[in-house]
C-alpha cells in the first residue's frame, strides 16, 4: 500500500541546535516533494519545494533533501529558534492532482 | 490582502443536518482542493477542481460533494451531517501552471452531534 510516514512523536530541541525531520514514502515515484509549516489553529503554510532531479534545497536556515532511491527526503533547521516551534509536514504529488501529505512532526524549540 | 478566505470558522451541527462550507479566494487561481484534518491522520483530500466547471473525487469523497461555477468559489456541501465528519477542513488552492505550491485558508472547525 502507499504511505507517507513521519516521525509520529514531538520533537524537543534547544534554541541554537540544529534538527533534522523525516518523510519516508513507500509505493510512489513523486515528481516532486513538498515542506510545509503549521502553526495551532492555522492552515498550512508552504516552505520549500524539491523536484525529483535535485539532491538538495535551501532556504535561508532551512535545507532539504529528496533522495529517490532510499524514498526519503530529510529537513534541516539550523540554529532553531523558539519561533521554529510548530508542525511540519510533507507532501508528494502523488500524480493524483492535488498533493498527498504525511501526518506531520510537531518540533517544540526550547530557548 | 490576497488569499483564501474559509466561512465559518466554527461551528456546532446536529447529526442529519445540512451544511455548507465556503471557501473564496481573489489569486485567480485555477485548481481549489479541500482537505479535512484529523488528528493522527493528517490531511486528506475530499475533493478537487482543476478548473471552474470541473471537480474530481480524492481519496475521502463520500458524504461530501463540492461545486465550482466561477474560478473564486469553491463550496464544500454535507447533504446530511453524521458524527465522523467531524474534523477541521482546509480550502486550498494552487497554480497549477506554477510550482504547485499550495495556498491554504485558516479552517473551519466542524462539530457533529
Known amino acids: 500500500s502507499q504511505k507517507i510516514e513521519q516521525n509520529s512523536e514531538a520533537l524537543n530541541i534547544q534554541e541554537g541546535k540544529t534538527d533534522t525531520l523525516t518523510c519516508n514514502y513507500t509505493n510512489y515515484s513523486p515528481a516532486y516533494l513538498e515542506w510545509y509549516r503549521q502553526d495551532p489553529g492555522r492552515g498550512p503554510v508552504f516552505l520549500l519545494l524539491i523536484r525529483e532531479n535535485e539532491k538538495e534545497k535551501r532556504k535561508e536556515r532551512l535545507k532539504v533533501t529528496f533522495d529517490t532511491t532510499l524514498k526519503q527526503s530529510l529537513f534541516h533547521i539550523t540554529a532553531s529558534q523558539p519561533a521554529d516551534s510548530a508542525t511540519y509536514l510533507c507532501?508528494?504529488?502523488?500524480?493524483?492532482?492535488?498533493?498527498?501529505f504525511g501526518s506531520g512532526t510537531r518540533l517544540q524549540v526550547q530557548p | 490582502i490576497a488569499g483564501i478566505t474559509q466561512a465559518p470558522t466554527s461551528q456546532i451541527l446536529a447529526a442529519g443536518r445540512r451544511m455548507t462550507l465556503r471557501c473564496t479566494q481573489d489569486?485567480?487561481?485555477?485548481?481549489m482542493y479541500w482537505y479535512r484534518q484529523d488528528l493522527g491522520l493528517g490531511l486528506r483530500l475530499i475533493h478537487y477542481?482543476?478548473?471552474?466547471?470541473?471537480?474530481g473525487k480524492g481519496e475521502v469523497p463520500d458524504g461530501y460533494s463540492v461545486s465550482r461555477a466561477n474560478t473564486d468559489d469553491f463550496p464544500l456541501t454535507l447533504a446530511s451531517a453524521v458524527p465522523s465528519q467531524t474534523s477541521v477542513y482546509f480550502c486550498?488552492?494552487?497554480?497549477?501552471?506554477?510550482?504547485?505550491?499550495?495556498?491554504f485558508g485558516e479552517g473551519s472547525r466542524l462539530t457533529v452531534l
Open positions: 486550498a488552492s494552487s497554480d497549477k501552471g506554477s510550482t504547485g505550491e499550495l495556498f
Open positions: 489569486m485567480r487561481h485555477n485548481a
Open positions: 507532501a508528494l504529488d502523488t500524480g493524483r492532482r492535488a498533493l498527498t
Open positions: 477542481s482543476n478548473t471552474a466547471g470541473t471537480t
